[in-house]
């Protein structure tokens, strides 16, 4: 018990040092309180903290900033309209256009991305980059700062695509960028190989970024959280904010009857955030 409350001392210590860095920059605060994010978005900064996670990562204004896989947009409401505010580049990946085999729903996905950040005063020139399995390597040496959150465990599930994503990124970074990982952190040990948790282990991302010739300069508890377990029926997406009540992938239609309130309690999961340079 001592022990836990000490690390929970320290890395309140080390989110208020962090919180106080990007109180600094005035372009950030702006971004994050920004009316582009919506009320949910903001809801969940209590346990995302994007201030503190971006100081611990060290962006810096006019960065030239990627987003790998942007998803629903959550980090992207704040790095576009930064970058912005303080004379950067926000570029994310997107659906690869010269593949012969892209679906419609895919070029859609894209389109329907684009429209979403197509108001430059609030944005600026979002740019997308094109991104898949038989994609083009990302135009190398080009940005300061490339962010991969919860992204690295889809990636395991395809034999070589890891190593080849994780290649292409570093490729893509400048000398002296930064690579920011979020992810779904395992406990320490064996890693699962079919990740069906959801879960990676520290142990597992630094050795396959260090592979692709990154240095792990920084790791941090900011996004730690205690209270997850991670033994979860349907493994992290049982957890806020998914919140799935069937197995990952499944077509089955939600189970009504689930009680929810134990993983609801949890909040969101346990995560790993680390700093890599090139």
């Known amino acids: 018990m001592k022990k836990v409350l000490m690390m929970t001392m320290a890395a309140a210590g080390l989110m208020a040092t962090f919180a106080l860095a990007a109180a600094g920059d005035a372009a950030l605060k702006q971004a994050v309180a920004?009316?582009?994010?919506s009320v949910d978005d903001k809801v969940r900064d209590a346990e995302r903290r994007p201030l503190e996670s971006l100081a611990f990562w060290g962006l810096k204004s006019g960065s030239s900033i990627l987003e790998v896989q942007p998803g629903g947009g959550w980090w992207s409401r704040i790095l576009a309209p930064y970058a912005a505010l303080s004379g950067g580049r926000y570029t994310a990946t997107a659906a690869d256009l010269n593949n012969p085999s892209l679906s419609e729903a895919a070029r859609k996905g894209r389109a329907d991305f684009a429209a979403r950040y197509a108001n430059e005063k609030i944005f600026g020139k979002v740019e997308l980059v094109n991104w898949g399995p038989v994609a083009a390597?990302?135009?190398?040496?080009?940005?300061?700062?490339?962010?991969?959150?919860?992204?690295?465990h889809g990636w395991m599930r395809t034999e070589g695509l890891l190593e080849?994503?994780?290649?292409?990124?570093?490729?893509?970074?400048?000398?002296?960028?930064?690579?920011?990982?979020?992810?779904?952190?395992?406990?320490?040990?064996?890693?699962?190989p079919k990740v069906e948790s959801g879960y990676v282990t520290e142990a597992f991302v630094i050795e396959a970024a260090q592979r692709a010739g990154l240095r792990l300069v920084g790791r941090s508890e900011i996004?730690?959280?205690?209270?997850?377990?991670?033994?979860?029926?349907?493994?992290?997406?049982?957890?806020p904010p998914t919140r799935t009540t069937v197995p990952y992938?499944?077509?089955?239609?939600?189970?009504?009857?689930f009680d929810r309130?134990?993983?609801d309690?949890?909040?969101?999961?346990?995560r790993m955030t680390l700093r890599f340079i090139k």
Do not use: C, M
């Open 34 to 37: 920004g009316e582009q994010r």
């Open 137 to 152: 390597p990302l135009p190398q040496n080009s940005y300061d700062f490339i962010l991969l959150s919860r992204v690295i």
């Open 164 to 192: 080849r994503n994780l290649v292409s990124v570093a490729g893509s970074l400048k000398p002296g960028g930064v690579l920011a990982v979020e992810q779904h952190r395992a406990n320490p040990g064996v890693q699962d």
């Open 223 to 239: 996004n730690a959280n205690a209270k997850d377990t991670k033994d979860h029926p349907f493994g992290v997406w049982t957890l």
């Open 249 to 257: 992938g499944s077509n089955r239609a939600p189970d009504p009857t």
């Open 261 to 263: 309130s134990k993983y």
């Open 265 to 270: 309690a949890i909040g969101e999961s346990d």
